[in-house]
T-cell receptor, first 112, second 112 residues
């Protein structure tokens, strides 16, 4: 059974600081996705990571994937208040399936 | 409107009633999904569909029924609603297994 764990579950940080959110998964996968969810809203796609060593960056967010370690990171650089949201990673079992398994989410609060 | 829509957006119903949540997408995506989101559980897959007339169970299918007679529609029916089905329900679609999923705006369902 594929399990996806994120940590931390809650993160409160000051504006301007850097931090990393971790996503660990339990079985082989070469596809990982990051989503953002604002309170009361739907999920918005941030990054699609499709191979070992993949790195994607958008603004102050950078995501990477290490399939050997079964680990993805979402790094936040010089946080701003607008990044406050809940971030989810989602993993798909290796080829042949199309089901996502979501992590429980990391609730990020950036303090001004 | 282009994209993925859900209706109703909010619904209050009584225990034992049948409820149908609608999902419509305009992209002709093959894959469609229903999730429920509850505090402490993240997003859990209820049912999914790889194409019209092809559906399968996800992690938490009990008490739910789906159908997919047309590619663009994927209704979710609660045959006899229970309080434990109070949740936010998200529909999602994607074109291929490798693509990210696009989520609808969600339906907040309360069962009294």
């Amino acid at each position: 059974e594929l399990k996806v764990e994120q940590n931390p579950l809650f993160l409160s940080m000051q504006e301007g600081k850097n931090y990393t959110i971790y996503c660990n998964y339990s079985t082989t996968s070469d596809r990982l996705y990051w989503y953002r969810q604002d309170p009361g809203k739907s999920l918005e796609s941030l990054f699609v990571l499709l191979s070992n060593g993949a790195v994607k960056q958008e603004g102050r967010l950078m995501a990477s994937l290490d399939t050997k370690a079964r680990l993805s990171t979402l790094h936040i650089t010089a946080a701003v208040h607008d990044l406050s949201a809940t971030y989810f990673c989602a993993v798909v079992l290796s080829s042949g399936t199309y089901k996502y398994i979501f992590g429980t989410g990391t609730r990020l609060k950036v303090l001004a | 409107d282009a994209g993925i829509t859900q209706s109703p957006r909010y619904k209050i119903t009584e225990t034992g009633r049948q409820v149908t949540l609608m999902c419509h997408q305009t992209w002709s995506h093959s894959y469609m999904f229903w999730y429920r989101q509850d505090l402490g559980h993240g997003l859990r897959l209820i049912y999914y569909s790889a194409a019209a007339d092809i559906t399968d169970k996800g992690e938490v299918p009990d008490g739910y029924v789906v159908s997919r007679s047309k590619t663009e529609n994927f209704p979710l029916t609660l045959e006899s609603a229970t309080r434990s089905q109070t949740s936010v329900y998200f529909c999602a679609s994607r074109a291929t297994p490798e693509y990210e999923q696009y989520f609808g705006p969600g339906t907040r369902l309360t069962v009294t």
